[in-house]
């Protein structure tokens, strides 16, 4: 597992660069001038010049970038050019919002999208697999704006069981904080349902029908031991990297849900922050987001090479 975790981690590091480069190029070609949208549009050119220099604007790209990687892998990620605020702390608490709200919609659709996408997969061609699958499939296609809608109308609005701001007061419980943030997860896991459950599916169909499986069941062991000691284990490890590659999307692509609910994500920061053309901020919560992503991935190759020793021996 050592070597493997290394192994790992020498592909991650080199990817995490590389996203670095892209998200500094992207964020220098993205339109707008800070200093016009700090002064305004009235603001002379010798104004905007001075401005520009004063935040550093105007050195090389090559010098802007070498300082703004070293000082985030420090943890010094400048201030903020429009809140005129430090950038850490500030994106540090979107990102303790994203994670919670990821966090209960992740709670509250695995086990259930696990226990259905098996169910399933043991049930195959059957009336039951194909409305599991046929209701998997039909939330997946639904966009999680469209989604978001009907749930903040009915739930929200007609119903009045939510908040349809899903900001939970300062000084909140545990038990009002989930309840707040119930309703813009529900698109989040009606997006997730149809991923997990058609995934396990899948892994539960192909594992049951190998060789080592039949020939456990000829040797007259329990289905039940078969499905819960042999099946399970080897069915669940592509769900497991599913799972891993969207807590990247559920910390830091959720716009429309963030914006739909008006909630503090790091979704909604890195919109406005290249709406304003705030680089500081737009840069580090990118970066964040990506090594997010790709740890939680990391997480995920770590846990199936856990469960299954012939991934990290192949490797």
């Given at each position: 597992?050592?070597?493997?975790?290394?192994?790992?981690?020498?592909?991650?590091?080199?990817?995490?660069?590389?996203?670095?480069?892209?998200?500094?190029?992207?964020?220098?070609?993205?339109?707008?001038d800070v200093a016009r949208t700090i002064?305004?549009?009235?603001?002379?050119?010798?104004?905007?010049?001075?401005?520009?220099?004063?935040?550093?604007?105007?050195?090389?790209?090559?010098?802007?970038?070498?300082?703004?990687?070293?000082?985030?892998?420090?943890?010094?990620?400048?201030?903020?050019?429009?809140?005129h605020r430090p950038v850490r702390p500030f994106v540090l608490a979107r990102l303790q919002n994203s994670l919670a709200l990821a966090l209960i919609a992740l709670i509250c659709v695995v086990p259930i999208s696990l226990g259905l996408g098996i169910v399933a997969g043991l049930n195959e061609d059957r009336p039951v697999d194909t409305a599991i699958s046929l209701i998997g499939l039909s939330l997946t296609a639904i966009p999680e704006f469209v989604s978001g809608v009907i749930v903040l109308v009915v739930f929200g609005v007609r119903l009045g069981w939510f908040p349809i701001i899903a900001q939970p007061p300062p000084g909140a419980g545990p038990l009002e904080r989930i309840h707040d943030l119930l309703l813009p997860s529900i698109p989040l896991m009606l997006v997730l349902f149809g991923y997990i459950a058609r995934m396990a599916r899948a892994g539960m169909v192909e594992v049951m029908a190998s060789g080592y499986i039949r020939t456990a069941v000829l040797k007259g062991l329990p289905l039940r031991y078969v499905i819960l000691r042999h099946?399970?284990?080897?069915?669940?490890?592509?769900?497991i990297t599913v799972i891993g590659s969207q807590v990247g999307w559920l910390v830091g692509g959720l716009v429309v849900v963030e914006t739909l609910f008006t909630y503090p994500g790091l979704g909604k920061l890195i919109y406005d922050s290249a709406v304003g053309h705030d680089v500081p901020v737009l840069e580090a919560t990118a970066l964040l987001v990506a090594a997010i992503f790709m740890l939680s991935n990391l997480a995920a190759d770590l846990l199936v090479a856990l469960l299954n020793p012939r991934v990290r021996y192949s490797d």
């Open positions: 597992m050592a070597r493997f975790l290394l192994r790992r981690l020498g592909l991650v590091l080199p990817a995490l660069w590389l996203v670095s480069v892209l998200i500094f190029a992207l964020a220098e070609i993205v339109p707008g002064l305004g549009p009235y603001a002379t050119p010798e104004q905007a010049a001075a401005l520009r220099h004063q935040l550093g604007a105007d050195r090389p790209v090559p010098v802007r970038y070498a300082a703004w990687l070293g000082s985030f892998v420090i943890g010094r990620w400048g201030d903020s050019m429009v809140l099946a399970l284990r080897n069915a669940l490890l592509p769900t």
